[in-house]
């Protein structure tokens, strides 16, 4: 099986500090990968580099086999992006935010538009209501969400996800959570999400790739429980990730 997404060897640079090094990560088909690092470890900077927004000093991205950075058509149709405060356009209704992306990228017919970002907007959870509102008549879970269904609006192989519960309280983290798993499974999607929440990386992640020493660690939360790396161990045997592992071993996983 091929990885949906293949890193090789890369290497993001600031001046002379680098804040990778050789880094590679691949990731399967179907799965959901969370990203965690420590403060500067450059979690944001390597999906910048993924999605073609920031070109690295060195090394090979692909994605779904395309190189990101080649010549000719790139894989950015493949994929759909929510950013960490969502980046709704604020004189746009969440309506006209699901449909640019369609419209800026196809001839679709307006109608056509019109009810594919309604749908797009139910598959999250919005009510119809929100369709017409703006991003400030909205709840921050609410902007999440109208988010999401925009990233959702193309029909894309892979979603990237920016801390997609940063700023939710924990009722409405778990209730995002849920739903990321319910579009990864109805959708067949894969998912590589920056998170800090331990809730989110033991209750619906496959793998974490943990960047540290300007490279990736990746592996199942049970193989990475066990590591003997200090930030690793302590960042995933800490009270918060215990518990939330114990929460994970009593309810068993969404996904």
Same mark, same amino acid.
């Given at each position: 099986?091929?990885?949906?997404?293949?890193?090789?060897n890369?290497?993001n640079?600031?001046?002379?500090?680098?804040?990778?090094?050789?880094?590679?990560?691949?990731?399967?088909p179907?799965?959901?990968?969370g990203?965690?690092?420590?403060?500067?470890?450059?979690?944001?900077?390597?999906? *910048?580099?993924i999605?073609?927004?920031?070109?690295?000093?060195?090394?090979?991205?692909?994605?779904?086999?395309?190189?990101?950075?080649?010549?000719?058509p790139?894989?950015?149709?493949?994929?759909?992006?929510?950013?960490?405060?969502?980046?709704?356009?604020?004189?746009l209704?969440?309506?006209q935010?699901?449909?640019?992306?369609?419209?800026?990228h196809?001839?679709?017919?307006?109608?056509?538009?019109?009810?594919?970002?309604?749908?797009?907007?139910?598959?999250?959870?919005?009510?119809?209501?929100?369709?017409?509102?703006?991003?400030?008549?909205?709840?921050?879970?609410?902007v999440?969400?109208?988010a999401?269904a925009?990233?959702?609006? *193309?029909?894309?192989?892979?979603?990237?996800?920016?801390?997609?519960?940063a700023?939710?309280?924990?009722i409405?983290a778990?209730?995002?959570?849920?739903?990321?798993?319910y579009?990864q499974?109805?959708?067949?999607?894969?998912?590589?999400?920056?998170?800090?929440?331990?809730?989110?990386?033991?209750?619906?992640?496959?793998r974490?790739?943990v960047?540290?020493?300007?490279k990736v660690?990746?592996?199942?939360l049970d193989?990475?429980?066990q590591?003997q790396?200090?930030?690793?161990?302590?960042?995933?045997?800490?009270? *918060?990730?215990?518990?939330?592992?114990?929460?994970?071993?009593t309810?068993? *996983?969404?996904?």
């Amino acid at each position: 099986m091929e990885p949906v997404v293949s890193v090789r060897n890369l290497v993001n640079a600031f001046g002379t500090f680098r804040v990778h090094d050789q880094l590679c990560l691949e990731i399967m088909p179907g799965e959901i990968v969370g990203i965690v690092g420590g403060s500067g470890t450059g979690k944001s900077v390597l999906m *910048r580099s993924i999605l073609g927004l920031r070109r690295p000093q060195a090394g090979d991205i692909r994605v779904l086999g395309h190189d990101v950075y080649g010549s000719g058509p790139g894989p950015q149709q493949y994929w759909g992006v929510l950013f960490q405060k969502g980046a709704l356009l604020s004189a746009l209704t969440v309506r006209q935010n699901v449909e640019l992306p369609i419209a800026l990228h196809s001839d679709m017919p307006a109608a056509t538009r019109r009810e594919l970002a309604e749908l797009k907007v139910r598959m999250t959870g919005l009510p119809v209501s929100a369709l017409d509102k703006y991003p400030s008549e909205l709840s921050g879970g609410m902007v999440k969400r109208a988010a999401l269904a925009r990233a959702l609006a *193309r029909e894309p192989r892979i979603l990237f996800l920016d801390e997609p519960t940063a700023g939710l309280d924990p009722i409405g983290a778990t209730e995002f959570d849920k739903l990321v798993t319910y579009l990864q499974s109805s959708l067949n999607l894969t998912i590589v999400m920056v998170t800090h929440d331990v809730d989110s990386l033991f209750g619906i992640c496959d793998r974490v790739a943990v960047l540290v020493d300007k490279k990736v660690v990746i592996g199942t939360l049970d193989e990475l429980t066990q590591s003997q790396h200090p930030w690793i161990h302590d960042y995933f045997n800490d009270p *918060r990730a215990r518990r939330a592992q114990q929460m994970e071993n009593t309810n068993g *996983r969404e996904h």
